[in-house]
């Protein structure tokens, strides 16, 4: 099948031109054609362009290549291979943002250890990194650093995807004589671990099971009380002593988890009262985080594990969230300057390379999708057979850091330029501004990258629907076998569906609506609403199973799994006015647009067509029938409802209409 890389780039490149193919036409009677992708469309558009990548040309790693040693930029030149042989050891620090790093609170120094590890011979240190979560958390890091794929907003992918196959990194180093084993002090139910991380291909996983907690209070904190860093390291420690040699070691931390409140006798720095607030308790926190990091280098270095192990380490995301108001102001207030979101989810990479005499801070943007190829490359992995999105960070070229919470699919980090669409959905509305200065700098020139960054996400959730890694590489189905095999699991919408409306705020209406689409499990229907991102998040609140006290990753399983079945059948309706790319961010993959009550086909409107892949625009039987000059002759189907529908009344019939 050849490496895999070179496609795959191209296949992005192909997606990025995808994106920005005219959707909107003029046809000579003077009629607007709004014709865009639909569903089945898109999806076939990308196992077309998935084949081709594997079928023609000779391969040519020349370019792009990311692992090998063939390719020209590389930041240090052969360095391709440096770790070849050895041990890896990641470890992923709860909530540790780059903020922390180099920095003093008062002439105390935050995380000594972890400035130690990035100046030591070897270190290389890259400070412009960044979080890329989806709705899972830590879980959703440890996704995306081992698998170069982007987990998802739609529910947990540890979740949603556990019966998938994966070829990541616990895989490929197993392929190439490695032991795999995970490590984390909690319990293995949480996030689904235990039935995920033999699927991602770890040999074993010692969760809380295997390991003695000291139950110190506080620590972890809300609901996450667990075993201290300390007592969590130190044992590891004495796993990874036994383990057979070379193994792939995943070490995931805990303390350091929110609300950050550790008891008096660990806390390590004085704080101020004008920080006596959440940023004090985290910036002691992380201070006491890195502390327990110290111990284990120091206990590697005893059991002779230091000097033939690759050690890298990460953040998995931020741990002072700036959508929070109260959290946002202490943060801008410590900082002197407002708190932005490249800010909070910068987090630090360190990769330290035993042996070499080097170190180096570098600032070529990158996340954590690109940890696959970065490790892989100084492993000296000659060939990637898998699929993946990321890029070598040695290359020192500037990812095109997606993400996908809190700055929404579309957003992008890449180099100085920090970009966040709009939450409509519109690109126009968007801004950008410089991540050194915090200046806005306008949006020209972003679209380009916007639609990489969107298309990453896109392709992973393609990937991931579809498990084609399963088809590709297990069941070494060819090419056009798998292109036939997906299409015919693509769920079209039915022709007939029931239409509901619903204000935001009527708790009744919707318990109704949830219970009927849960006794029929066949039911699509069409949700309007005076505020449909609210409505939604209502839905989202009382029926997910999502503990409204306990946090992320306390899940009533059974509640969420009949949800995600009845969301799955629910396409919302958004007004050209509403926020496409919040509600999408809730997770619903099938949403119509409706043109409200004008005849004409509005800019705003087009461009939300070209931004976005609706799967339908929704509107009455009487905007159908003054309107029907514009929608047909559209790709986009286009489906109708009997009249306008008045809130409270009973589910109204949507039908699908011929427009071609
Ligand atoms: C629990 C730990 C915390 O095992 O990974 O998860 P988070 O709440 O940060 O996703
Ligand atoms: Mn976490």
């Not at 989202?540 to 409204?548: A, F, I």
């Not at 629910?570 to 999408?584: F, L, Q, S």
Request: charged share 20%; proline share 4%.
């Amino acid at each position: 099948m050849g490496s895999l890389p070179k496609p795959i780039k191209k296949l992005m490149k192909a997606e990025a031109a995808l994106a920005i193919v005219v959707l909107v036409a003029v046809n000579p009677m003077g009629n607007a054609f709004a014709t865009s992708i639909s569903s089945q469309e898109f999806f076939t558009y990308h196992i077309r362009d998935f084949i081709e990548s594997f079928a023609g040309e000779p391969q040519n790693q020349g370019d792009f290549y990311l692992a090998t040693g063939t390719y020209e930029e590389q930041l240090v030149p052969g360095l391709f291979g440096a770790a070849r042989g050895m041990n890896l050891i990641v470890v992923q620090l709860e909530s540790m943002q780059n903020i922390v790093m180099g920095r003093r609170y008062y002439g105390q120094e935050i995380t000594p250890c972890l400035n130690t590890l990035a100046r030591a011979p070897g270190s290389f240190y890259f400070s412009n990194f960044y979080s890329q979560i989806g709705s899972g958390n830590t879980s959703d890091a440890e996704f995306t650093a081992n698998n170069s794929l982007m987990g998802t907003v739609e529910s947990y992918t540890y979740q949603l995807y556990q019966n998938n196959y994966f070829k990541g990194l616990p895989w490929i180093l197993r392929e190439n004589g490695y032991r795999a084993y995970v490590l984390h002090g909690y319990k293995k139910e949480f996030w689904n671990r235990q039935n995920m991380y033999p699927a991602m291909g770890f040999e074993r996983f010692f969760s809380a099971d295997d390991f003695a907690s000291d139950n110190i209070e506080g620590i972890g904190g809300g609901n996450i009380v667990g075993i201290s860093d300390h007592a969590f390291y130190e044992q590891t420690a004495d796993y990874l002593e036994g383990f057979a040699q070379p193994f792939y070691s995943f070490v995931i931390s805990l303390s350091s988890h929110n609300p950050f409140r550790l008891p008096d006798s660990l806390k390590g720095i004085d704080i101020r009262p004008a920080e006596d607030n959440i940023v004090g308790d985290y910036i002691n926190s992380t201070h006491y985080a890195d502390r327990c990091f110290g111990e284990f280098m120091e206990l590697l270095k005893e059991k002779g594990l230091y000097g033939n192990s690759l050690i890298v380490v990460y953040g998995d995301h931020f741990g002072l969230s700036k959508s929070d108001k109260r959290v946002d102001a202490a943060m801008s207030s410590w900082l002197g300057e407002p708190y932005r979101y490249d800010t909070m989810m910068n987090i630090p990479l360190i990769v330290h390379v035993p042996g070499l005499a080097l170190n180096s801070t570098y600032e070529n943007s990158g996340g954590q999708i690109d940890l696959l190829p970065t490790i892989a490359y100084l492993l000296g992995i000659e060939r990637l057979d898998t699929i993946y999105l990321g890029q070598n960070l040695f290359t020192g070229e500037d990812s095109v850091v997606a993400v996908q919470t809190h700055m929404l699919k579309g957003s992008y980090i890449k180099g100085d330029q920090v970009f966040e669409i709009s939450r409509d959905g519109l690109f126009e509305n968007s801004k950008a501004w410089d991540r050194r200065t915090g200046e806005e700098t306008g949006i020209d020139g972003c679209l380009e990258n916007s639609e990489k960054a969107a298309s990453t996400i896109d392709l992973s959730t393609f990937y991931l629907n579809n498990d084609v890694l399963r088809l590709a590489f297990l069941e070494n189905m060819p090419m056009g076998e798998i292109n036939e095999t997906i299409e015919g699991r693509i769920a079209e919408l039915p022709g007939k569906m029931d239409g509901k409306y619903i204000e935001s705020g009527d708790e009744n209406a919707l318990g109704d609506f949830f219970r009927m689409m849960r006794e029929d499990e066949k039911k699509y229907a069409l949700l309007l609403s005076d505020d449909i991102y609210n409505l939604l998040l209502e839905l989202e609140v009382e029926y997910s199973g999502k503990s409204k006290t306990k946090g992320a990753g306390s899940i009533d399983e059974t509640a969420n799994k009949a949800f995600l079945d009845v969301r799955g059948r629910i396409v919302p309706v958004v007004t050209e006015n509403d926020n496409y790319t919040k509600v999408e961010s809730l997770g619903y993959n099938r949403i119509m647009v409706t043109p409200g009550q004008d005849t004409v086909l509005t800019a705003k409107l087009r461009e939300l067509l070209k931004m976005n892949s609706p799967c339908g625009i929704a509107m009455s039987r009487k905007h159908w029938l003054s309107s029907m000059n514009i929608w047909v002759g559209s790709k986009v189907p286009v489906y109708v409802y009997d009249a306008n529908m008045p809130p409270g009344r009973d589910t109204m019939p949507v039908r699908r209409m011929r427009t071609r």
